[in-house]
Nanobody, 128 residues
Framework: QVQLVEVGGGLVQEGGSLRLSCTAS????????MGWFRQAPGQEREGISC????????LYAASVGGRFTISRDNAKNILTLQMSSLKPEDTGMYYC?????????????????????WGQGTQVTVSA
């Protein structure tokens, strides 16, 4: 059974930092494009960042504005999102996602919710 477990969410003041982690099990981690998505109340889920299988290519949503860094450790099956300078607009449920792709350096940030595997989410709330 495939499992993606996110941790690290919480309540943080505007301008603060959080580090989200996603631990994957039950899948060949290094064969998957990994990504972070968030969903704010009443809004559609949007891609925040993704990282290629080999960890050498990344994509970020424009809303990130250079404040986030995605990384992965293929030896430990862990995906990480380091977030800094957080804004209230960053508030939402953050999901870890995995989709199997053929190319080691492929990156793409528009994923249907029916694609791949998804974690249960971790809530990030940024107060003004």
């Amino acid at each position: 059974q495939v499992q993606l477990v996110e941790v690290g969410g919480g309540l943080v003041q505007e301008g603060g930092s959080l580090r989200l982690s996603c631990t994957a099990s039950g899948l060949p981690f290094d064969e998957y494009l990994m990504g972070w998505f968030r969903q704010a109340p009443g809004q559609e889920r949007e891609g925040i960042s993704c990282i290629s299988r080999n960890g050498e290519r990344t994509l970020y949503a424009a809303s990130v504005g250079g404040r986030f860094t995605i990384s992965r450790d293929n030896a430990k099956n862990i995906l990480t999102l380091q977030m800094s300078s957080l804004k209230p607009e960053d508030t939402g449920m953050y999901y870890c996602a995995a989709v199997r792709v053929a190319a080691r350096d492929y990156v793409y940030l528009v994923w249907p919710t029916t694609t791949g595997y998804w974690g249960q989410g971790t809530q990030v709330t940024v107060s003004a």
